[in-house]
């Protein structure tokens, strides 16, 4: 497609359940970035990847915050055990390059943890 | 101490009126500089650059001040469909993701 694409759009989880979340980048942009943008503040920086390799994951809050990009393509960020605070809107970014310009975000996943 | 601080209003402004926005960043190392839009329950999109000699893009401004590390947004004639939050962007040295400040939520009144 035209833009990134996110899927699902929505998900309720029932706390300590494991959830994926996907994403579909812009086809042949390099640079992957997953942000957690939790209600009223900016989006909060989680994990990069440059094709397959996932060079920065700093801002991933906890372990049970998992994310790869096996393929250098599809992302999928998984979730173990949620926890309440775990709700938030994940939005994904796709970039031709690894500068900060030509970022191409996702409509999100919204996710609420019961 | 977060990386980008910015008043999150919000400004409730009629139309026409002219509005200004402030952000403040804490890295004197910061490298590039943004203003993003978001509407509600969307994606933020780009709005425009910000450049040290300052920059225009129809009823936008935008202005940078690397000594005092602030960046500022106007927007002049305000219309309806302005209404959103407006969010402050810096990129970092060695650092390949956005910094964001929580967003300026802007409401622009009949």
């Known amino acids: 497609g035209a833009g990134v694409s996110q899927s699902p759009r929505y998900k309720v989880a029932k706390r300590g359940q494991d959830v994926a979340l996907r994403c579909d980048p812009i086809?042949?942009?390099?640079?992957l970035f997953w942000y957690q943008q939790a209600l009223g503040q900016g989006p909060e920086f989680l994990t990069y990847?440059?094709?397959?390799?996932?060079?920065?994951k700093s801002g991933l809050p906890s372990d049970r915050f998992f994310a790869e990009r096996p393929e250098g393509s599809v992302s999928t960020l998984k979730i173990q055990r949620t926890q309440q605070e775990d709700s938030a809107v994940y939005l994904c970014?796709?970039?031709?390059?690894?500068?900060?310009?030509?970022?191409?975000f996702g409509s999100g996943t919204r996710l609420t943890v019961v | 101490r977060k990386e980008v601080e910015q008043d999150p209003g919000p400004f409730n402004v009629p139309e026409g009126a002219t509005v200004a926005f402030n952000c403040t960043y804490s890295?004197?190392?910061?490298?590039?500089f943004f203003w993003y839009r978001q509407d509600c329950r969307k994606e933020p999109k780009l709005l425009m650059s910000?450049?040290?000699s300052g920059n225009e893009d129809g009823r936008f401004t935008a202005q940078l001040n690397r000594a005092s590390q602030y960046i500022s947004l106007l927007i002049r004639d305000s219309k309806l469909s302005d209404s959103a939050t407006y969010l402050c962007?810096?990129?970092?040295?060695?650092?390949?993701?956005?910094?964001f400040g929580t967003g300026t939520r802007l409401t622009v009144i009949p």
């Open positions: 970014a796709s970039s031709p390059e690894p500068t900060g310009s030509g970022y191409t």
């Open positions: 086809s042949g942009h390099v640079s």
């Open positions: 990847f440059q094709n397959e390799a996932q060079l920065d």
């Open positions: 890295n004197s190392a910061s490298q590039s």
């Open positions: 910000v450049y040290s």
């Open positions: 962007v810096v990129t970092q040295t060695g650092a390949n993701n956005l910094f």
